[in-house]
């Protein structure tokens, strides 16, 4: 019987041991794919509207990207993990709600009850998966509902200004010539890398995505480490909750609706397959830079507004289609 | 109907699981392909089979070219293979089941089953084969030979001229084995071509009339099975001295002078674990044996916490030990080599340095440091061995053999001071079972606590400096020395 075994578990690093020969271009095309992508992108847009290179715009792209950057940071490591959410959009919701009630006496200091209760969403949804084990994909999209739900609930469906002047002045306005968003940010995304390439949590990450069962046996916390994550995840999405409330002046309970599919396609089209295991947030950069252009360029070249989103759709499942390790394709939890 | 291979080759990434094998299979007559672990059996009558492609060598189907494409396409041509996984699906019926791979020749025109018709035909091929199971059984009522035979009877439904039999018996006990004995001759004696995999000698010569002997993916020899005995099929297969063979020698016993590492106390796990007590000590091997659902696996669950104790408990260097969970067992200095590599030792998509330092990674607070990580993983690679180009390159890239030695790497990392080894060399080349072998011998000889199971006996008798038999969860025998211990001594107590 064990001969059975060796070539099945042979069988499964064929592929790969011949990948190291035969299949190499085509690894290289796939990680070259998010630069090339993004290449073929900028000259296209430039053909169809010269103003698309001009400095103006790029500034704009870099603050329409902020919001996606700020949420697709911890997507990264959730997807990495092989898990997924789709209640991002809705904990943005929700955290810039809190922000604009808020915003009037804590001023910029809303941040804290904004990230915090976006850190309480993502917790939520890590204890749902991790020690429910309800598939991240369900437990998600079940609070995907309940989230916008309660900002609807409280809002009524009508929007929440925000007009105190320290908190926009903090979070929505330019110093040196760059908005105080995209400096924020950055200043995350640099944080989210670090974390990813020099902690052990990182590690763990993608320990689990690379398989989740060798994991739990060689004892890694697993349920700790995606309780975390999805932690982590639910604080990021707090910040772009309001970052983008500052942004649009108001708490809706329509902001953040989609958010999911640009989290999702910025860090898949970016290299990060969604069945764990591999993947970076220099990666996810790109892919919030190709999304953002995408949008930002359709927008310009004059696409028409009800063409984009089938655009979109087509961009992520072209990025799914390429990246996706199909042995692995049962599994993405 | 003769079915001729000649030269056949296979390589599985670094490995090559066979090379230059001929075989001839005739009408009427039972050839078993027998070789140690590793020696490449399984691999041949897939390739007979079309179950994988040989990449050299040659096949004729009675002089005709052979080349199957798929299993699909070796059925179509004559040639059924029976895999060695049970492949019973078991929401389906016996009927649905045989005609699994072809239900619509029992379907109406809509696609709606004629259940009546395919009861019948299924009947036919059960009844064909000798074995007494009805179509109206309930599945979950039969035990493994059961299944095994309805497999069989789903090979044959096609009408093959050669049946190819994967280690029909690896997970059989010795009466269901001789159901699929007793199958297996009555299809020779209505004229089937009949390739049978075994690593059971004793199996092997009551059923074959031919015998072709691997040994590490090269032919031996084939052989009337009558004109070769038993212990000379023996040296053929394993092709050294068995004396001076793979395993190092045992080091002057001062194990029994030594504190027990753990002793485990009317233990029961799961279902298959009922009462069991243990003891190993510090710088011994304790081997336990048995046929798969026995109880060793659900022993180690146990102690790791991947399942809880029923009842008993357990001491860890005299101090009571509850193990709540895998995280727990290896802080306690447990280190777990799990049986299935691939789903639970190791992370083939990362980096052998990633998976050596993978249980306890080295770190300055939350900071994983990577200058300790590449030392460390430096020093593993060397003292077992390991071939690879470098710490940083991806498991992928690596032989079975050498993707087992990382695993054994991962938990030396951790300096254990128990180690769990769940069939450590299942699928392993000579060469690397070697290095297994000896930093296992080497790691006792310091003073670690090897718990090791194996379906592998001359494994068990080679490495263990004592034996635990297990049968149906209790520990039937134990053997205090394995001096002058034969394999046969050991089996008699498993089933």
């Not at chain 1, 950057?69 to 789709?86: C, K, N, Q």
């Not at chain 2, 938990?411 to 080894?421: E, K, Q």
Request: proline share 4%; with cysteine; aromatic share 4%.
């Amino acid at each position: 019987m064990s001969e059975a075994m060796k070539a099945d578990s042979h069988g499964g690093t064929v592929p790969a041991g011949q990948g190291g020969l035969k299949g190499l271009p085509i690894d290289q095309l796939r990680r070259g794919f998010p630069a090339i992508f993004l290449v073929i992108l900028v000259i296209v847009f430039t053909i169809m509207s010269p103003r698309f290179l001009s400095l103006d715009n790029l500034s704009t792209v870099l603050e329409q990207g902020t919001v996606l950057l700020v949420a697709a940071l911890g997507g990264t490591f959730v997807i990495m993990s092989a898990s997924i959410d789709i209640s991002v959009g809705s904990i943005l919701a929700v955290s810039a709600l809190v922000a604009a009630l808020t915003a009037d006496t804590l001023g910029a200091l809303a941040i804290i009850p904004a990230v915090a209760v976006g850190a309480m969403c993502g917790c939520f949804n890590g204890l749902l998966l991790a020690v429910g084990k309800v598939p991240s994909f369900v437990a998600t999209l079940g609070t995907m509902v309940v989230y916008r739900g309660v900002v609807l609930y409280f809002t009524r469906g009508a929007p929440v200004d925000i007009k105190n002047d320290q908190f926009l002045d903090a979070y929505s306005s330019i110093s040196f010539g760059i908005p105080h968003t995209v400096m924020i940010g950055l200043a995350l995304a640099v944080m989210a890398w670090a974390i990813f390439k020099f902690t052990v949590f990182g590690r763990e990450v993608l320990a689990i995505g690379g398989g989740e069962r060798v994991s739990i046996l060689t004892g890694i916390a697993v349920t700790r480490v995606k309780i975390l994550m999805f932690t982590l995840l639910g604080a990021l999405c707090g910040m772009a909750g309001l970052l983008q409330g500052a942004r649009t002046l108001a708490a809706t309970s329509q902001l953040g609706l989609g958010l999911e599919l640009d989290v999702i396609a910025s860090v898949v089209v970016g290299g990060t397959p969604l069945t764990g295991g591999l993947g970076s947030i220099t990666n996810t950069f790109l892919g919030v830079l190709i999304i953002t252009l995408l949008q930002n360029g359709m927008n310009m070249a004059g696409v028409d507004p009800y063409l984009q989103n089938i655009i979109k759709g087509l961009v992520l499942i072209t990025a799914v289609f390429i990246n996706i390790d199909r042995k692995k394709i049962g599994i993405i939890k | 109907m003769t079915l001729v291979a000649a030269g056949l080759g296979k390589r599985f990434g670094q490995t090559i699981a066979a090379s230059n094998i001929s075989i001839t299979l005739r009408t009427g007559r039972v050839h078993a392909v027998v070789g140690e672990n590793g020696a490449g059996k399984s691999t041949v009558l897939r390739m007979l089979g079309g179950a994988v492609r040989p990449d050299s060598g040659e096949m004729t189907l009675d002089g005709a070219p052979y080349v199957p494409q798929s299993t699909f396409d070796a059925t179509q041509k004559g040639v059924a293979l029976v895999h060695q996984e049970i492949t019973i699906n078991r929401s389906l019926s016996v009927a649905e089941n045989i005609f699994i791979g072809d239900l619509r020749l029992h379907a109406g025109p809509l696609g709606v089953l004629k259940r009546k018709q395919m009861a019948v035909a299924a009947q036919a091929s059960l009844d064909r084969i000798g074995v007494k199971i009805s179509v109206t059984a309930k599945i979950e009522r039969l035990n493994l030979g059961e299944l095994k035979c309805i497999e069989i009877a789903r090979a044959i439904s096609s009408d093959p001229n050669t049946l190819l039999l994967d280690e029909s018996t690896a997970y059989l006990d010795h009466r269901e084995v001789d159901a699929v004995l007793h199958v297996i001759r009555e299809l020779k004696s209505t004229g089937m071509a009949i390739g049978f995999v075994s690593h059971h000698l004793s199996e092997v010569l009551a059923a074959a009339d031919d015998l072709t002997i691997l040994k590490d993916g090269q032919f031996v020899g084939s052989y009337g099975a009558a004109s070769v005995k038993q212990n000379e099929i023996h040296r053929l297969m394993v092709g050294r001295d068995v004396l001076h063979g793979i395993y190092p020698p045992r080091s002057p016993s001062l194990a029994s002078a030594a504190a027990p590492a753990l002793s485990v106390k009317k233990a029961a796990v799961g279902r298959e674990l009922n009462e069991i007590s243990l003891e190993v000590r510090h710088g011994e091997i304790l081997g336990l044996a048995g046929l798969k659902g026995a109880g060793a696996e659900a022993l180690f669950a146990g102690i790791v916490g991947d399942q809880p104790l029923r009842h008993g408990h357990l001491q860890l260097e005299g101090k009571d030990y509850h193990p709540s969970n895998p995280r727990a067992a290896w802080r306690h200095g447990i280190a777990h080599l799990p049986g299935d590599r691939g789903n639970e030792g190791l992370i083939v998509l990362q980096s052998v340095l990633d998976n050596l330092v993978m249980a306890r990674p080295p770190a300055v607070g939350p900071f994983f440091s990577m200058a300790r990580a590449r030392a460390m993983s430096d020093h593993l690679i060397k003292l077992i061995g390991i071939r690879t180009e470098s710490g940083a390159a991806s498991c992928q890239s690596l032989s079975g053999g050498n993707m087992q030695k990382v695993v054994v790497g991962k938990c030396l990392a951790v300096d254990p001071s128990l180690l769990l080894m769940n069939n450590p060399t299942r699928g392993v080349d000579v060469g690397a079972r070697e290095e297994i072998y000896r930093i296992m011998r080497q790691k006792a000889s310091e003073g670690l606590a090897i718990l090791l199971s194996s379906e592998d006996m001359p494994e068990l008798i080679g490495m263990a400096d004592r034996l635990a038999v297990l049968r149906r969860g209790v520990v039937v025998h134990e053997f205090d020395s394995l001096e002058n211990v034969k394999e046969h001594d050991i089996v008699q107590y498993m089933i």
